[in-house]
């Protein structure tokens, strides 16, 4: 067997047979890392503040970017776009 580093997302054998067996395991492993990933599976968590180094792509035109106001209790917003680039703010309210 030929020595591939430490990672365990590498496949580990030279042997032909066992490529599906590797292949599982490391897509295996990907899933469960993926899982502990906010966002990508379960329940997405909101926080005070986000950064992003791209864009963010809403693909549900009836959704938006959804903003909250400074008022007590505080409101909800939706910033929707239409094929004309108009945009459309639409109040949720208290709760989402």
């Known amino acids: ?19 599906i067996g590797e292949v ?8 469960d890392r993926l899982d502990r990933i906010e966002g990508i599976r379960g329940t997405p968590k909101i926080y005070s503040s986000a950064q992003f180094s791209s864009d963010v792509i809403v693909l549900d035109s009836i959704k938006g970017l959804v903003l909250k106001d400074k008022a007590s209790p505080p409101q909800y917003w939706r910033i929707t776009v239409d094929t004309g680039g108009t945009l459309t703010v639409t109040k949720i309210g208290a709760a989402i």
């Open 24 to 31: 599982n395991r490391v897509f295996s492993l990907l899933s």
């Open 1 to 19: 067997m030929t020595d591939y580093g430490g990672s365990p997302y590498r496949i580990r054998s030279d042997d032909p047979r066992d490529t």
